[in-house]
């Protein structure tokens, strides 16, 4: 059985940092690609990271240059490190797996999910 399970959400103040991690069973992280999505109440799931196989990133505009994507593949781990928080990062955090080793910008692309752990960010 193939299983997403995401830790490191909490509060923190703005521009603190905080580290999630996705811990994977069930599933070669060599051989998929990976994102990172959040979600805000009221608004839709948008991705914030990828990491292809080969291990090339993207992010998003939101993001850049304060959120960094990595994973280990021998610990079947994905991770986001997220500093100089903001407010508007406040979200649960998901991170999701895609058996094509391309990565993807849409949820729909994704085949397996986390249930999410939750980031808030205070000013």
């Known amino acids: 059985q193939r299983q997403l399970v995401e830790s490191g959400g909490g509060s923190v103040q703005a521009g603190g940092s905080l580290r999630l991690s996705c811990v994977g069973s069930?599933?070669?992280?060599?051989?998929?690609?990976m994102g990172w999505f959040r979600q805000a109440p009221g608004k839709e799931r948008e991705e914030i990271a990828d990491i292809g196989s080969d291990g090339v990133t993207r992010y998003a505009d939101s993001v850049k240059g304060r959120f960094t994507i990595s994973k280990d593949n021998g610990k079947n781990s994905l991770y986001l490190q997220m500093n100089s928080l903001k407010p508007e990062d406040t979200a649960t955090y998901y991170c999701?797996?895609?058996?094509?080793?391309?990565?993807?910008?849409?949820?729909?692309?994704?085949?397996?999910w986390g249930r999410g752990t939750q980031v808030t960010v205070s000013s």
């Open positions: 999701a797996a895609n058996r094509r080793s391309a990565a993807s910008m849409f949820p729909y692309d994704y085949d397996w």
């Open positions: 069930g599933l070669k992280y060599n051989s998929v690609s």
